[in-house]
């Protein structure tokens, strides 16, 4: 059994930072450096969307054109966690964040596991 605990979210003001923090528990048939993560947001009324991703080692990343260039993400296979550090967030940034473990880094849902997520709520 995969589970992966999302941190961080909160309600903030427009302009502020926030990082997200995801980590794994699980047992040993996970290894969470093998993995590449991603994080993805749903905010009401929408689809899901992706919103970053990095491979095993954090040698490749790819983003959303949304977040590109403000919300770098990171991992550190020693503590089996990833993060989304979030700067400049808009009031559109508002979502639910949910971050997912899976083969290949991929700008789409297809993901092996899923965490349940953490509400951002930015005001402007």
Partial sequence: QVQLVESGGRS??????????????SGHTFIFRTYAMG??????????????????NGGTETYADSVKGRFPISRDNARNTVYLQMNTLKPE???VYYCAAGNTVVPRPD?????????VTVSS
């Avoid at 427009?14 to 990082?19: Q, S």
């Avoid at 969307?49 to 095993?56: G, L």
């Fill in 12 to 25: 903030v003001q427009a302009g502020d930072p926030l990082r997200l923090s995801c980590t794994a528990a």
């Fill in 39 to 56: 994080w993805f947001r749903q905010a009401p009324g929408k689809e899901r969307e992706f919103v970053a991703a990095i491979n095993w």
């Fill in 111 to 119: 993901y092996q596991y899923w965490g349940q997520g953490t509400q």
């Fill in 93 to 95: 940034d508002t979502a």
